[in-house]
């Protein structure tokens, strides 16, 4: 379990080290901003319109058994 934890901690920093800006000069850090900022409008615009979708269809059901 400890070995888990660790290894979560571990990734997690890596993580945070590749996307932050470049702040210490070491290569590659925060070379994964831009690829992340991309991936993220890709793929918020058609989770809003299911999430958005999915509540409404919830919200008709409800109406619906009332």
Do not use: R
């Amino acid at each position: 379990m400890f070995a888990k934890v660790l290894f979560g901690i571990i990734l997690f920093f890596a993580g945070l080290w590749l996307i932050l800006p470049i702040a210490s000069g070491l290569p590659l850090q925060g070379t994964a901003w831009n690829d992340f900022k991309v991936v993220l409008w890709g793929v918020l615009p058609p989770f809003l319109l299911f999430m958005g979708g999915l509540v409404v269809w919830i919200e008709m059901e409800d109406m619906k058994e009332k």
